[in-house]
């Protein structure tokens, strides 16, 4: 294994029309030390065999015969979420405006060369990983928010039910949670759905 490996993908798929890139890409990838987990030739073979393969990245051509690289890189990041690094011969704006939004993380400008390809694929897994942090950090503030808005509903029945202050409410929610094991949205859930039966 190469010195930074454990940092590098499992395998990288590549996706490209035209045999000579498709296997010079290829090729720089193993230079470089990556693992091809595959070489297409077309974007409809792309979003077919991606959750077969479950790639760590995708190197896709943009101008492929049928379904184009930006709408495959679409579907490929619905069904196996990954990096996508568009492979173009055009760097028109619009072009890149269209790859951002369908889950491209990086392109390349054709020829490809090994030079830039490295700087690439970085810049892709990076750019994923922050995007991934950012993505379980919404997520993670939705649940927060979510619990939030149960205990304080729980707290309000029991302050009633039970004619207790909040404080103690929220200690009893908070020991009941202990007792059973569970977390405090599940424990104030069943006070809710107790005060709906009541």
């Not at 409809?44 to 015969?65: F, G, N, W």
């Not at 509903?153 to 207790?164: E, P, S, T």
């Amino acid at each position: 294994m190469r010195p930074g490996s454990e940092s590098r993908p499992a395998g990288v798929l590549v996706v490209e029309d035209d045999e000579a890139t498709r296997r010079c890409l290829c090729d720089q990838l193993t230079t470089l030390g990556f693992k091809v987990a595959g070489a297409l030739t077309s974007g409809e073979e792309a979003v077919e065999q991606v959750e077969r393969i479950r790639p760590s990245l995708v190197i896709m051509d943009i101008k492929m015969p049928g379904m184009d690289g930006i709408e495959a890189a679409r579907l490929v990041s619905q069904r196996h979420p990954c990096p996508v690094i568009i492979v173009t011969g055009h760097s028109q704006e619009e072009l890149m405006d269209d790859a951002a939004g369908a889950g491209v993380f990086a392109y390349l400008t054709k020829p490809v060369t090994r030079a830039a390809l490295q700087p690439a694929i970085k810049l892709a897994l990076a750019r994923y990983g922050e995007f991934r942090a950012l993505s379980e950090g919404i997520d993670n503030l939705k649940e927060a928010l979510e619990t939030r808005k149960l205990v304080e509903r729980a707290k309000g029945i029991l302050m009633k039910r039970c004619n207790v202050g909040e404080d103690e409410a929220f200690r009893m929610l908070q020991a009941h949670s202990q007792r059973e094991n569970r977390k405090l949205k599940d424990i104030a859930e069943m006070v809710i759905s107790a005060s709906k039966l009541m």
